[in-house]
């Protein structure tokens, strides 16, 4: 197993000097280059490449070793291999009662680079200039329904590790877990929640001074969107922030709905994940401004949220008849989910009476003529009309008092 580095036609060798380190730093760098070197994993270089080091604080306190290689990553073609969506790499967990994480030993030293890359890896520092032999590898999540199955799933990776000569470092693994924390989430056999550890710093974030400050806190929000009900009307005063020619002015409403996107995610519920041999149940909901709906699954202990979804209308949506918005809610509920609905039978329950009639009605717009047609074309489903106050996805649409 190897990597290779591909440039594009015409790249030149990339070289940038070394930065200036603290003596704190210096004296770090020099006692891992020496370790690299016992272990084989660096050589002495004359490469024309050279790229600089530079540190970053590990959780425990220690210092990480890093390579600047963008000027290298600039002119290199990408590998454009699909990465895995989170969701669907949650979706694989349902079912798993016990876990094991392995931490692969200095995990940056692990996949072997090709002969003909290897000068292409040169870095500069204070006390030479190296080549790196190895590359990146993450850390292994092994999951499983039961223990007798989960011994035998670790035996084979360790079988597969040994014969590719990677190397686990035992006291940063984790084996035999009931939870587990994976991408930002925590993952148990009751469902997947927000990670705590990531949620911590929520509660004191600081308000954001200026626009880049406010993307960064709602792109941390946003990565939680599918735990928290009417997220898109929560954090609507926000995003409006962002809108070209506005002016970035920091007003209550703005420290309000902040407040209130911090109170959601610490308190996101757990979602459960979907078993694909199960029908589903849709709740939605529509109101002036905003549509809502939750996807549900009675596995046993009576209906269950897999995810919330919700969107604030825009422009032409926002004339729309009540109905329509209602038929709206529905159409992007079974949109965002295509890929859990098709080929299983989902109930739809809704709180406005005429759309039990949608299917049969005789006059219909253009629209809900397309609508009808996807759903059709599509979908296996009932409308169930439902009041409501006993609709949960009422409360996703409606405005907060």
Known sequence: MSVRIVEEPGSKPTFRAPYRLS??????????????????????STSPYGAPVLFTPKPDGSLRMCIDYRALNKQTIKN??????????????RGATVFSKLDLRSGYWQIRMGDNSIHKTAFR????????????????????????????????VFKI???ERFYVKLSKSEFALEKVQFLGHMVSAQGVHVDPKK???VCTWKTPENVKDLQQFLGFANYYNRFVPQYAKLAAPL????????????????????????????????????????DYVIKADASDQAVGAVLMQDQGNGLQPIA???KKLH????????????????????????????????????DHCSLKYLKTQPNLSRWQVRWIDFLETHFHYGIVYKLGHKNKADALSRPAH
């Open 80 to 93: 454009k291999y699909p990465i895995p969506r989170i969701d669907d790499l949650l979706d694989q967990l």
């Open 199 to 201: 949620i911590e710093g």
């Open 23 to 44: 003596p704190t730093e210096l004296a770090d760098m020099k006692k891992q280059i020496e370790y690299l070197l016992a272990k084989g994993l660096i050589r002495p």
């Open 239 to 278: 995003t409006n922030l962002l809108k070209k020619n506005t002016p970035y002015k920091w007003e209550s409403k703005h420290q309000e709905a902040m407040e209130q996107l911090k109170q959601a995610l610490t308190t996101a519920p757990v979602l459960i994940l979907p078993d694909p041999e199960r």
């Open 308 to 310: 919330y979804l919700s």
């Open 161 to 163: 590790l040994r014969r």
């Open 315 to 350: 422009g032409a949506e926002l004339n729309y008849p009540i109905h329509d918005k209602e038929a709206l809610a529905i159409m992007i509920a079974f949109k965002a989910w295509r890929c859990y609905l098709e080929g299983r039978r989902t109930t739809v329950y809704t």
């Open 125 to 156: 520092t204070q006390y030479g200039s190296y080549d790196a032999w190895w590359c990146n590898l993450d850390d292994i999540l092994i999951y499983s329904r039961d223990m007798k199955q989960h011994v035998e799933h670790l035996r084979r």
